[in-house]
């Protein structure tokens, strides 16, 4: 079993719309998560993160976390064509650091 | 917020030549520095983890006299691809703990620098 998974996608959706990104995780042991936005040759870029359930909101980006299902997901409200790009979310332990596989997210004009 | 500089972003040469990438935190002492590789529409693969002066540490499969990395320095980490060769064509991504408020619990990551071996 991967320590976390998230569906690759990709997923395509109209400007405006709300978008949402998933990642199921194994491990129950404290830890941080994280989401990252990765576009087409670049290194990802933070985008939140968190260690404690519930909502944390930063502009048009909501990460929510359940630890009791150990569920983590990132929301985009009003979407744009330049949030376009592959969406990773991660988690830690300590020091080890475990990726999802991305999300391909595409925004039409 | 944390930023961490990566060079050079992008790198062309020959099979056969030595290639230095750096890493380097620019407003933060880094903890622990993170090296990546990246194959196209694929997902990260951890390379290696360094702590300033001390030897880095690999993950199985890769090839530490190949893939030889330095951490001099809270702020800088260098990989140096050895006698490469095109097989080691890829996107190299750095990335640090210590930058954001979580201290070592969030990786800050680099602007990655694609390998392109002829």
């Known amino acids: 079993q991967k320590e976390v998974e998230q569906d690759p996608g990709p997923l395509s959706v109209p400007e405006g719309a709300i978008v949402s990104l998933n990642c199921t995780y194994s491990?129950?042991?404290?830890?941080?998560f994280m989401w990252y936005r990765q576009y087409s040759r670049k290194g990802p870029e933070l985008l939140m993160y968190?260690?404690?359930?519930g909502n944390k909101e930063d502009g048009r980006f909501t990460a929510q976390v359940d630890k009791s299902s150990k569920y983590i997901s990132l929301f985009i409200r009003d979407s744009q064509p330049s949030d376009s790009a592959t969406y990773l979310c991660?988690?830690?332990?300590?020091?080890?650091?475990?990726f999802g596989t991305g999300t391909s997210l595409t925004v039409i004009p | 917020g944390a930023v961490v500089s990566q060079h050079p972003s992008r790198v062309i040469c020959k099979s056969g030549t030595s290639v230095k990438i750096e890493c380097r935190s620019l407003?933060?002492?880094?903890?622990?520095m993170f090296w990546y590789r990246q194959f196209p529409k694929q997902s990260l693969m951890l390379m290696a983890t360094?702590?300033?002066?001390?030897?880095?540490?690999?993950e199985q499969g890769v090839e530490k006299d190949k893939f030889l990395i330095n951490h001099a320095s809270l702020t800088l980490s260098t990989l140096t691809v050895t006698s490469a060769h095109p097989e080691d064509s890829s996107f190299y991504i750095c990335?640090?703990?210590?930058?954001?408020?979580?201290?070592?619990?969030?990786?800050?990551f680099g602007a990655g620098s694609r390998l392109t071996v002829l």
């Open positions: 407003d933060f002492q880094a903890t622990t």
């Open positions: 360094s702590n300033e002066g001390s030897k880095a540490t690999y």
């Open positions: 491990n129950s042991a404290f830890q941080y």
């Open positions: 990335s640090a703990t210590g930058g954001e408020g979580s201290g070592a619990n969030v990786l800050t």
């Open positions: 968190t260690y404690s359930s």
């Open positions: 991660a988690r830690n332990t300590g020091n080890q650091f475990y």
